[in-house]
């Protein structure tokens, strides 16, 4: 019996990635790697040919898996890959798979069928973000989006708001890009002045900003970020 390996595979943030931010050996796997996990497809193969390792793309298996995809859709393409194929890939949209990302549920099965489970290192905006806040990194909670009702968002706000002031928790969150200026115009209205909000803005392009203010100074100058990929955190300064 042919014993599988799932690589989870990361890839760019941006479009203009800082150099180096991949691992060399991950060149490696993907040279040996045909079949492919992938939450966008066509994403994943402009990702493969911009590492010119002169792999033809139409001779590599690429299934769509997204937060639609049901467990016997997957359990279906995994009956349907030959069994004598040892390596498979999973690949984020950005980022790395598994991680605020509809990779966990390919991983999940894999877990449970024995395959061996390979995570390769790569840039993940949570983590980034959460490092360049100044923020307490002991304790951190990623929330994922917020509600889209304007109240129920509010409210959330004001909860994250009082677990920080209560507990000292980190609280990361996203948007869809083109909801973040609303998100951030909103916790500019709902939450203290006093409050520290950091904005991790196109991490690892040529144009990041990893910056922390209190909500009061955010107010003086609202930076534009419609449509820029974003991570908000709300927490303490760990400064003494």
């Not at 193969?45 to 590599?60: A, P, T, V, Y």
């Not at 290192?121 to 959460?130: C, D, E, F, V, Y």
């Not at 989006?145 to 409210?155: F, G, H, Q, T, V």
């Amino acid at each position: 019996m042919t014993t599988k390996t799932l690589y989870l595979i990361p890839s760019n943030l941006s479009e203009a990635p800082v150099p180096g931010m991949l691992p060399p050996f991950l060149l490696d796997v993907i040279l040996k790697t045909k079949y492919y996990f992938a939450e966008e497809l066509r994403t994943s193969r402009r990702f493969i040919s911009s590492l010119k390792l002169g792999i033809k793309i139409e001779g590599l298996q690429f299934y769509e898996l997204n937060k639609k995809t049901s467990r016997t859709e997957l359990k279906d393409i995994l009956l349907s890959i030959p069994a004598e194929v040892e390596e498979i890939g999973v690949m984020s949209e950005a980022g790395c798979p598994g991680v605020a990302d509809p990779g966990a549920k390919i991983v999940a099965i894999a877990h449970e069928q024995g395959w061996k489970v390979v995570p390769i290192p790569g840039p993940s905006s949570i983590i980034l973000g959460l490092m360049g806040s100044g923020f307490n990194g002991q304790q951190f909670s990623f929330d994922g989006y917020l509600p889209i009702n304007n109240e129920d968002r509010a409210k959330a706000m004001r909860k994250i708001e009082e677990d920080v002031n209560n507990k000292g928790t980190t609280h990361i969150f996203i948007e869809t890009p083109f909801r973040n200026q609303i998100v951030l115009v909103e916790l500019l209205k709902n939450l203290n002045p006093q409050t520290l909000l950091c904005l991790a803005i196109n991490l690892t392009s040529d144009t990041e900003s990893v910056v922390t203010k209190r909500v009061a100074v955010w107010k003086n100058n609202i930076p534009n970020i419609h449509k820029i990929p974003t991570i908000f955190l709300i927490g303490k300064s760990e400064a003494k």
